[in-house]
């Protein structure tokens, strides 16, 4: 766990085995709030190393109260002493602004008293400024009705456990009552409900959108949340004097003062003296499109996209004005590195009003939708069709072909300093006029993003106001779009340099010279070693700085990898697992986890590049380990065989993509843009170095690439997507006559090779060789075909589609998916090559019940593996480990007979009684080993019944309980409350 200054890994015995200690234990390892090592050598090199730490787990981090570990001064020895301290002597959490949580929503008692505190709040005035003060006044009125409903919450919760506790015990010494069995009946549906509310409140808090489909988990959300807050508590900072600030008024002036000199600039402006770009100015389609009244269902379109129910003033599109409330803006803090020690080491996120969003929302849905004509194809972010993985393979391509071609040059990478927050406003309505922008959107425009007024929250509560006169804000839905708008500036610049000679990038055709790649404020540029084109490129920068009042920075770390290898996938996966929090979620909760986080996390390099063999080994084996074990280093038993996990749900497995097919998937997805994508820059840059024959041709000739040229790893499978790839013919214009996939028996280049080597047109297209007005093939041969072989070219030219050069140009098809369109699922479908699910087997079938009921999670992972007999019982741990697990094998219900699935679930004499009771009011009593009766029974409910989910459900409940009776972490659970549950289901 050493950490030094220097640039050596330890990779001692010692340290690895205190790494795994830590990760075992489920340790957390607090950072320093003032220094980042702890020791040093006192040498005139020093090495500097962090040797101490205070290690604790989660649990004693709920326990005690928020705190700090910081180092002090050490004035004789080599290491500084740590000390771990309350942090809540000088500062304190919150105030924090009013929010309204999610199960006040679906209280009957807030949907009532919403009408009359709407009532009580009318003011006088413009309607706008109206609005804005009732919505004031009724955050007042919900605010401690709020509290006290949660707080409520927690306490009649605490008095139902109490009095069940009280019932059970006394049913230890004498039999209840029909009505004390009815209570406690009554009391846990009661405590239920309150249980799901409160899971609601902190998954909310949480913010762990992966969760939507995994643990419904109090305990682990109140753990986010409360190391979320702690974490985020800034104990102390340096003011711009260079003092530090530890109490939280001080802290508060720092932040104040320094977003205050961010957002705020001297009123005297430069003139823009920029002339003689071609800005590509938007079209009157555009401005039609832009100037369409704004219809209510549009609006009601942009409310149902935030998930609630909130109305918007339509006042603002007539008169492009917003009233100084609703432009009222919070920035939260979000720390940009662990170890922070200034404001400008955090990055402000804005928290604007519901109705300013709404309106802002409404601009940019229109907006974004002309941003693909007029912005340059050097810019990849947040426009249309483009994406980061093409920076990342136009780089590549690009590097590639220098060192192919052995030039010299220079990659800089920049970076725009606060991109957002110096963005000069009369700069940005500049390029919107430019750019030919209706008057009315430039006032529009104008309107949203002036008259802002900040508050800064510090340590839960907002501090100062900031009236802002430059900057764009981060959570604003128009920023990012108005944010590419200005930067293409700087890529219309560059690109007039490039057309006039002055600066020379990766020059691979007159038509195709590489100069720089955007990817919103990050730059790469790509510049020849040559004094004069460096010369032009840096008089070129300082040109792009001074109208947009930004500070371009050269950074020593791309934001994407080039040339990668792998190792890269496995460092940053590694870090991901190796989390304390993880280790609280059950096997339902990390199944989602997987899915929706982990798999993502490769999803670029996957996209470009070839994973090596032990890439994918080890990020399997991370996942399997994950999956059964919990967080990195614990143990635990793999129950299932992992190809049978990776396997679809609807062939009985869990949906887990195995990496070597996502990464064939993603590759290939790059082959169907290059078709779907015509005029793309990446796809000119591709076509131009590989020497693409035809439009419709995927060049192949990879002879002048070296071995590390991404596109190397995308045609590797381009035979498999040739074949499954196909053409809606049209006017034939994008599709080669011999080389595409297009006729009924596939390419005509390898069905017919000895007429494909007789032709003098191998390269055209169907449209060039079509005669449209005769309606005939013209496609010339280098000599007179003889009797046979002109017999087959008739067939040929019989069984051929006929062009419909009215149709328009061609458009790519794919075969394996029924509506003719690529997605990265068929794909993995294809490659995998999948039978037919028509025939499903029974347990299949119900496993598809299972996944599509509404049952927590982790059940349903449990079902998964009941279905499959793989549950960890008593006799299976035996036969797994006869060496280690050394009790006898007998169930620990009752202690009498081997525990095998068949005894706990069936014949266990404390389960019988259960299922007797069961077989009164369901006709359903198992034999022997009757897993396949039970099964085939849950298949015979009808789920369009409400009884027969309850049923379904309540079964599976059964199922689940039983099995957590025998967990000794599980004292409560005893035969007695399964039978009480088993008495709400049959009655």
Known sequence: MREESTTVTSSTHSSKMLNNFISNNLLIDPPLTNNRYTWSNLRNSPTFSRLDRFLFNSSWEILFKPHITRTLPRPTSDHFPLVCEDSTSTLRWGPAPFRLNSIALNDPEFKRNMERWWELSVQNGHPRFSFIQRLKSLANLIKPWQKEKFHSLISAKENIIREVDSIDKKELDTPLSQEESNRRLALKAELSDLSLKESQFWFQRAKKLWLKEGDENSAFFHRICSSRQKRNLIHEIQDEEGSIQNTNNNISLAFVKHFSSIYRCSTKRDPFFIENLDWNPIDYSDWSLLCAPFLEAEIKGVIKSFDGNKASSLDFFEKGVINKNMNNTYIALIAKKKDYSHPKDFRPISLTTSIYKIIAKTLSNRLKLTLPDT?????????????????????????????????????????????????????????????????????????????????????????????????LRQGDPLSPFLFVIAMDYLSRLLSHLESSGAIKGVCLANDCNISHILFADDILLFVEDNDYFLNNLRMALSLFERPQGSKLICQNQLWFQLMSSGLELWSVLLLELNNWKYAHISKGGRLTLIKSTLSSLPIYQLSVFQAPSSTYKNIKKSWRNFLWKGSFGLKGSHLIN??????????????????????????????????????????????????????????????????????????????????????????????????????????????????????????????????????????????????????????????????????????????????????????????????????????????????????????????????????????????????????????????????????????????????????????????????????????????????????FCGLIAFLWGNWCSRDPTFKNYSAATIALNLSVLCN
């Open 642 to 951: 992992w190809s049978k996990v990776t396997k679809p749900k609807e062939e009985g497995g869990l949906g887990i993509s195995r990496l070597q097919v996502t990464n064939q998937a993603l590759l290939s997805k790059s082959l169907w843009r290059y078709y779907s994508e015509p005029n793309s820059l990446w796809r000119r840059l591709i076509h131009i170095k590989y020497k693409g024959k035809h439009p419709g041709d995927i060049p192949s000739n990879i002879s002048s690439s070296s071995s590390k040229a991404p596109w190397r790893s995308i045609i590797n499978n381009i035979d498999w997507f040739k074949s499954n790839h196909g053409w809606d013919l049209n006017n034939g214009d994008q599709i080669s006559f011999w080389y595409s996939n297009w006729s009924q028996e596939g390419c005509l280049s390898t069905a017919y090779p000895r007429l494909f080597a007789l032709s003098l047109d191998k390269e055209s297209s169907i449209k060039d060789v079509w005669n449209s007005n005769n309606n005939q093939w013209e496609i010339t041969f280098r000599r007179k075909l003889n009797d046979r072989e002109l017999s087959t070219w008739e067939k040929i030219l019989e069984n051929l589609p006929i062009p419909r050069t009215n149709r328009g140009p061609s458009k790519p098809t794919w075969i394996p998916d029924s509506k003719k369109s690529f997605s990265i699922a068929s794909a993995k479908n294809c490659i995998s090559h999948q039978p037919d699910r028509s025939v499903a087997d029974p347990r299949v079938k119900l496993l598809d019940l299972i996944w599509k009921s509404h049952i927590p999670m982790k059940i349903k992972f449990f079902m998964w593996c009941l279905v499959q007999r793989k549950l960890n019982t008593m006799e299976v741990i035996q036969q797994r480990m006869p060496n280690t697990l050394l009790q006898p094998n007998w169930c620990v219900l009752c202690k009498k007979e081997s525990e095998t699935g068949a005894h706990l679930f069936f014949h266990c004499d404390l389960v019988k009684p259960l299922w007797s009771l069961l077989h009164r009011s369901l006709n359903f009593a198992p034999n022997s080993d009757d897993f396949e009766a039970m099964f085939s029974f849950f298949l015979s409910l009808n789920q369009s019944l409400p009884k027969h989910k309850v049923i």
């Open 375 to 471: 912005i340059s194809g050097n810019q990849l972010a947040f426009i249309k069709n483009r994406q980061i993985t093409d920076a990342i393979l136009m780089a590549n391509e690009a590097l590639d072909y220098w060192k192919v071609k052995k030039i010299k040059g220079f990659i800089l990478k920049l970076d725009i300093e606060k991109a957002f927050n110096n963005l000069n406003w009369d700069f940005i309505d500049f390029v919107l006029k430019k750019k030919n922008y209706p008057n009315s959107w430039r006032k529009w425009i104008r309107g949203c993003i002036s008259n802002v007024t900040y508050s800064i929250i510090v340590n839960g509560k907002p501090q100062g106001r900031i009236k802002a006169n430059r900057g």
